[in-house]
């Protein structure tokens, strides 16, 4: 039995899963313009996920677990946006100055293409995400700087 197609769908369903979860906390989610790019994120409680569709992408389900995912767009001529592809990192920083670097991990479905990582959080914790994108072939790095709070289900 050919197994790409249900991760495919699994993964699909993570990014439904997601954008859902953004519905309920829609402060979450946030893009910041570069020209002809965009870089979109959105910030969730891994909890928010389904504990198979957590598995099935090697996420962690957990309270005090958050994700970070990360998209970049480019716009076409006709001013629809299509993904590329890059390279994200950064980090998050509460509000005493304690730093979680970020490992992302590069994901690719299809023509869709995103970064997610995860990190640790205390509920009602403010984290200052501080992200650096950069497509590919394009020299400009394009930062990103947000706050969120979680909490947790």
């Not at 969730?44 to 389900?61: M, W």
């Not at 299809?110 to 200052?128: C, H, K, N, R, W």
Request: glycine residues 6%; neutral net charge.
């Amino acid at each position: 039995m050919n197994t790409a197609i249900p991760r495919l769908l699994t993964r699909i369903a993570v990014m439904a899963l997601a954008w859902l979860a953004l519905s309920f906390q829609a402060q979450a989610a946030g893009k910041k313009d570069f020209g002809d790019y965009r870089v979109h994120w959105s910030v969730l409680p891994s909890t928010f996920l389904a504990p198979e569709v957590a598995r099935a992408n090697d996420l962690r389900r957990s309270k005090g677990i958050g994700i970070i995912n990360i998209s970049i767009m480019k716009e076409n001529e006709d001013g629809t946006l299509s993904p590329v592809s890059g390279q994200v990192e950064g980090k998050a920083t509460n509000d005493v100055q304690q730093v979680r670097f970020l490992a992302f991990r590069r994901v690719q479905e299809g023509d869709a293409v995103y970064f997610i990582a995860e990190y640790q959080y205390s509920p009602g914790e403010l984290m200052t995400f501080n992200i650096t994108a950069r497509p590919t072939g394009v020299q400009q790095d394009m930062p990103v700087r947000f706050s969120h709070t979680l909490f947790s289900d």
